[in-house]
């Protein structure tokens, strides 16, 4: 819920995407069943009704109004053809000994066909016939190195990263594109931070300065590496 809202509220607006770094197979399967609920609950609240199995838990029966007028001016600054036709997929390399409805999410031509649609914008369409519809990208492993979508702004890590792969994954989001692009974001649920002064240490001065001027609190990193 609270990743969704901070997408639609804070990135989408721009046409933007996002990844979700998942800490197992499992929880990435969890992810992709809350992202689609939200997505569902986002199309009533816009184009239908609302039930109340739709609110969340804590809004009181006389509060559903409010909550309603409120969810709805923030749907009001979006293209409602993005909300109406978004998609999340998981991109993870399962095997045969892990559970079916895991297994579904490995299949190469399908992973293709949805990495292919999250690197399009919104409104683009490949000549193999992809659309862009593919708004997050839910990974485990994959897709944390190395990959390339300038069109990612926003990485939700909920998984610990350690030395380079840890500046591997964060700087994902970095990567130039639309000039409504100032900078990516990286929101982190486990706590990484410090973790991230330990992998500089293996770069050189140069380098060490170039991550740090992508962050955003920078103070404490600066005097440890000093």
Known sequence: HDMFRHYISEILPNGFKAQVVAYSLEAAHRYKQAFDREITTAQKALFGEMTDADYPLDIAAEGKEIYLSEFRKLLDNLNPDWIKNLK?????????????????????????????????????????????????????????????????????????????????????VNRPGSPAKANGFVVDYVGVGHHILEALKHYDEKEQKDVISSLKDTGALELELK
């Open 88 to 172: 999340v997929e998981v991109i993870i390399s399962a095997t045969n000994n892990d559970r079916p409805y895991l297994q579904q999410y490995s299949n190469p031509t399908k992973q293709k066909k949805d990495i292919e649609s999250f690197k399009l914008n919104f409104d683009g369409k490949a000549d193999d016939g992809i659309t862009g519809e593919v708004g997050i990208l839910i990974v485990v492993n994959m897709l944390t190195v190395g990959f390339d979508a300038p069109i990612e702004q926003v990485m939700y890590l909920d998984k610990i990263a350690v030395m380079h792969n840890l500046l591997q994954t964060i700087t994902r």
